[in-house]
């Protein structure tokens, strides 16, 4: 399924599930592709090119692509785990996420990427309170040049979203559940719901494990090859 309505259409309900998907069940079933889901390959036997999987299934390949993608990054700080504290990649997460729409208590977002600006986009068009912490002096620095990140800081904050940049995040605080976030500096924010979104890193476990070169990543050449030249990688 498509991902980038996750955080803004899906999470807001404006999108039903289905329309999330690339391609209905039929579609691989006329294109005769087997399409095995809720299964996670375990291993990769170069040598006799065959991909085991969780469920004790065996896959011989010809040809095989790795496309595991890049989870979000965790945070490690104190208060991690408490209830309350979300992060967003899957249809899951969106759906564990949509509840604080109608919830009360502000909405702590630490990281001003695509997906904490359009969560926190998406919970001020709700009426929810909610603050932006940014370590960085704008938002959007990795990816995005000073006019674009202007622009953005300064459309959030016409909506009354309370825009922290330069903001050093130290920890959650709450006994089983959510109560506040704390600042390096001392400050404590009220919240109910916080959402971390400070990037991502690329699932290469697998790959690691099977002896292919890893460079932060999979490493390929131009054709996306890996250092075994049956295999592929994308993502």
Do not use: W
Not at 131 to 153: C, G, K
Not at 183 to 203: F, N, S
């Amino acid at each position: 399924y498509q991902r980038p309505p996750l955080s803004k259409a899906y999470l807001k309900s404006e999108l039903e599930e289905p329309r999330l998907y690339l391609r209905p069940a039929e579609f691989y079933e006329a294109q005769k592709i087997e399409l095995h889901l809720g299964v996670r390959a375990t291993g990769i036997d170069r040598r006799a090119k065959i991909v085991s999987t969780d469920d004790g299934g065996a896959h011989s390949y010809d040809v095989l692509l790795i496309a595991t993608g890049a989870p979000p990054r965790q945070i490690t700080a104190p208060g991690a785990d408490l209830r309350g504290v979300h992060y967003l990649r899957t249809l899951a997460d969106s759906d564990s996420l949509k509840p604080m729409l109608s919830a009360p208590g502000r909405v702590v977002i630490v990281g001003a990427g695509y997906i904490g600006l359009e969560v926190a986009a998406v919970a001020r068009q709700a009426g929810r309170e909610v603050t932006v912490l940014e370590m960085a002096p704008r938002v959007l620095a990795r990816v995005a040049s000073e006019p674009v990140s202007e622009f953005y800081q300064t459309l959030h904050r016409n909506n009354s979203v309370d825009l922290r940049l330069g903001a050093a995040f130290a920890a959650f605080e709450g006994e089983g559940r959510l109560h506040a976030a704390r600042l390096k500096d001392g400050d404590v924010i009220d919240c109910e719901t916080a959402l971390v979104g400070i990037g991502a890193a690329p699932e290469v476990t697998l790959a690691k494990e099977s002896g292919l070169e890893i460079d932060n990543g999979v490493v390929v050449d131009e054709y996306a090859r890996t250092s075994d030249p049956a295999i592929f990688a994308a993502g």
